[in-house]
């Protein structure tokens, strides 16, 4: 019987530490967004916009909007030859939970660059998700 009651213990315990560890090192929606970007891309045939963004929620809430930059650098050079309008882009295609989606963008760049030399990297600034029980455009 005393045995019966340790192990019960036992369990509630250790089920406990494991809820309030869960509840304590929860992850925030915003770092289950994944954001990358692809120079020069396949997918993206127009001249004019040959860089691939993509991203991917692994969030449970539907992404609303992000807003993130890109450096663009020639192969092998450190040299950041983006320009002040790719400090600040917006993605405005929504994403739901658990999907991923790809828009090409536009370079926007100090220099000259063939797009066949060129690396692109792009870092988070912000993201906004829609609250339980809005209503989500289609």
Known sequence: MRLV?????GVAIGAGTIALASIWFAVPD??????????????????????????????KKTLRSLVFS???FERGDSTDLSDEKMAHLDWTTIVAPGETKAV????SLRGRVRKTDAV????????SFYADGDVIPR
Do not use: G, H, I, W
């Not at 967004?33 to 692994?58: F, G, H, I, Y």
């Not at 692109?120 to 993201?127: K, M, R, V, W, Y």
């Open 120 to 127: 692109a990297s792009a870092q988070l600034f912000t993201t």
């Open 70 to 72: 890109v450096s663009v």
């Open 104 to 107: 090409c963008y536009a370079l």
């Open 30 to 59: 915003r770092d289950l967004v994944r954001l990358q970007v692809e120079l020069p891309s396949d997918t993206c045939k127009a001249p004019e916009m040959p860089m691939l963004v993509e991203v991917r929620n692994r969030s």
């Open 5 to 9: 009651l340790l192990v019960a213990l």
